[in-house]
């Protein structure tokens, strides 16, 4: 019977070790004008990592409203933690790049890799990312392709003018646009995030552009989208 507990326990402990060190994608901002801003991965400790459409990593730190409010506007604290960078000793391409955050691991494609990949990053802990190539259509080549299971699409160059590498979808989540031909207030802004629909104020209404009907935060599918009227 004590024998038992002890294997109980021991796998409740491992269970809980595993599950507080992870990555997830936490959330997506995106601007007034319908532009992806940041793709935001959650590390452990309430640390954030942000991305740019391209793969790019444009800040991380602690994030200190996590549990409390909503960071709208993503601002970050200095992280204190443990971070650690690629040296003279690695790879060309991966020379003086982050290497850890805290005890998330971040790897990058090498010199030796595609020419349109080498650099760009390769994983985020458990979470891999890969990118459109440099053959693929030229309104998203060079974005990120899939981040882990998650496919991510983005409208191509012989779509409507308004949408043209936007974003279009990440696993089941569609996103739409308002198109050239609307009112020139919201033209090119955000539609719809899966089920949810946005209106805006036209060029005729007081607060033209702003955000009329829906919410400037919806939770679709696991990621958090967040939408600014800038």
Sequence with gaps: MIFMKKIIFTLAATFIFLTGFSQSISKITITGSGLVDIIAFGLD??????????????????D???????????KLDPYAGRIEYYTQNDDEALRGKVKYIGRTLLTYYASYENEALKG??????????DYYLSYEDAAYRGNIKTLGRQSVTWYASYENA???????????TAITYYGSFEDKAFRGKI????????????????YSGSIKSGSTILNANGIKYYLRNY
């Design 45 to 62: 400790g309430n640390v954030q990592v942000y991305l740019t459409k391209d793969g790019n990593i444009s800040k991380w730190g602690f």
């Design 64 to 74: 200190r409203y996590i549990g409390f409010q909503e960071n709208y506007e993503g």
């Design 120 to 129: 760009k990053l390769k994983a985020i802990g458990t979470i891999s990312l």
């Design 162 to 172: 308004d949408l043209r590498g936007k974003l279009k979808g990440i696993g089941p």
């Design 191 to 206: 539609k719809s995030i899966d089920r949810f629909t946005i209106t805006y104020y036209s060029s005729f209404e007081q």
